[in-house]
């Protein structure tokens, strides 16, 4: 705790941001995410929308993974299914944006909570064996519900239409996508200040004592299977409204292992966390990029990055395992607090 | 059933047990890797896959004779099984077991773009040491590949359960899996156990892929048939050899039948099914141990 911010009253000590320093912070956090687009180049917004998305499928799997303590390697699957949803009403009803998204988080809700039903039989790693089952299932039916999924051609997606306006623009996109990943998050760091947030905490730190104190397990888990793939049908609707093509290979295993990673890397059971493992491990592979472009053979170096890749992508796994298993949220924390007792030290 | 081709399900069923051989061999790496020291791999394809590649470098590369280019495999993944053990599941020693799961996630993501780095990611070809003489059981037809895969497999697991059951580093496996404080103070060197196992495993993981690589052919992609090792072992439970066994011919069969019957895309669909059958209706594996948690 910082010094000089003494709390008098519950509702100080309740706060999400409890000083003056965090709000003024946030402020100008706010208005950086406002002039963003204003100053950055197609790329950049490309990249923003891109984290945006992953930001908020990825505070989805920390509500499930890190908050509840349930192991889930089915977020990308249930993306998959939010980005299905959002295709075919726009393609089919012309449906408005907003309902769109909203079905899309309702769909994906749906099919979280049927996966999530195991859950109070099985636990731990069998349950991640249990969803990544779920999640082949569901591509299987991607690929051959040909009537409705359009099979392994996929389906385009027209853009987005907000009051007459085609959102088919990274610049236009980024006003959807950024206000809606904002949104989820408030939503997230809301939720573990409330009954249930507190009872997805006691079920992570011994399901069986939070029996004993009286929390329904299967209704809590349910609960938080279907918040979690709220999150990502959401991510995932915008997702299709995003790239504007959605297919049953665009949403593979790998990806949802891809998020599990981000939010270890970022630190599991922290908001913050999940967002900084998001940004940081969609931006390692163009940061990588970047730098293999510096190198003096660049175009032959080239067919190097994508193996590259893949063993940075494990050995940032396996590093911040072992040696930093609270994740960036943590090295933030002691950034933090180095100028919070400056001169002194911890 | 008028009709009915008994002859094609004789055939079909006879690959399908000969795919679950290897299945079953696989499964038998995991779960030694399992019992002692309670870590899931789902790096285990990739495990195999290197196996078969160091024997590729081998033999292909190096132009070793067949017999030096297995056993160069062999020593080769038992070194990188240590290393492995050593550097990354050593250092996360009682953490939760979903860190170290995590651990061979990340693992196989480097075995795989290391191999990618080295070898390119297109397909190659294993040099073929199999007979290929057609054989028949009865009417039915059989692979060579498959019916000497099968026949190797069925060698190496009944070798490896001979070496556990008498091998006193085998016995000093098993006390260390039924009870780790009490193989400690009778004095059974535990962290070297679990260097042994990830050797042994590693090996016997090397000696898979290389069957499965000269059966279809060798890809960074060959991990994928960790995937449905995973559904193996869950069905047979983690912690059971008998069920790795049963388990993998089990799923052999089941993905040969829907492969057949149902078309190529169905495989997957059908063993995940089976594994989700099976873990609800028993979580702990058709042979696994029911363990029961207290406070």
Known sequence: MRIGSARETYSQDEALFDSHTKRVWLCVLGTGLVLFPFFAGQYWLYLACLVAINVASATGLNILTGYTGQVSLGQAAFMGVGAYAVAVLEKQLGTPVLLNLLCAGGAAMLVGLVVGIPSLRVKGLYLAIATIAASFILHFIFANWTRVTGGTAGLTVPPATIFGLALDTEFRLYWLIMPFTVLMLAGAANLFRTRIGRAFIAIRDRDISAEVLGIPLLRYKLLSFGLSSFYAGVAGGLWAYFFRSVTPESFPLLMSIFFLAAIIVGGMGSILGGILGAVFMTLVPEVLKLMVGWLPNASEAMVFLAPVRTIVFGALIVGFLIFEPHGLAEIWRRIRRFFHLWPFRS | ?295
């Open chain 2, 1 to 295: 059933m008028i009709g009915f081709d008994w002859l094609m399900l004789a055939e079909v069923s006879f690959a399908g047990l000969g795919s679950g051989g290897l299945y079953a061999l696989a499964g038998l790496a995991f779960v030694l890797i399992y019992k002692a020291t309670r870590v899931v791999n789902l790096a285990i394809g990739e495990m195999l896959m290197m196996g078969a590649y160091f024997f590729f470098a081998a033999t292909s590369s190096m132009g070793w004779p067949i017999w030096i280019g297995i056993i160069a495999a062999v020593i080769g993944s038992g070194i990188l099984g240590a290393v492995i053990e050593r550097l990354l599941i050593r250092p996360m020693l009682g953490e939760a077991p979903i860190s170290v799961f995590m651990i061979t996630v990340g693992l196989s993501s480097i075995l795989v773009g290391t191999v990618e780095l080295i070898w390119g990611a297109d397909q190659l070809r294993l040099p073929d040491f199999m007979p290929s003489d057609t054989v028949l059981i009865g009417e039915a037809m059989v692979s060579p590949k498959i019916f000497y895969g099968f026949l190797a497999a069925v060698a190496l697991i009944a070798c490896v359960l001979l070496v556990f059951r008498f091998w006193r580093g085998g016995v000093a496996l098993r006390a260390t899996a039924s009870d780790q404080a009490a193989a400690y103070s009778m004095g059974i060197d535990v962290p070297r156990v679990f260097s042994l196992t990830w050797v042994v495993a590693a090996m016997v993981a090397a000696i898979g892929g290389i069957i499965v690589g000269s059966i279809s052919s060798l890809s960074p992609t060959m991990g994928v048939f960790g995937l449905s090792v995973l559904v193996v072992v869950i069905v047979g439970g983690l912690d059971s050899v008998p069920g790795a066994l049963v388990g993998g011919l089990l799923v052999g069969l089941v993905e040969s039948w829907t492969g057949t019957y149902f078309g190529g895309e169905f495989k997957l669909l059908a063993t995940f099914s089976l594994l989700v059958l099976i873990l609800m209706v028993r979580p702990y594996g058709l042979f696994g141990t029911h363990e029961i948690e207290r406070l």
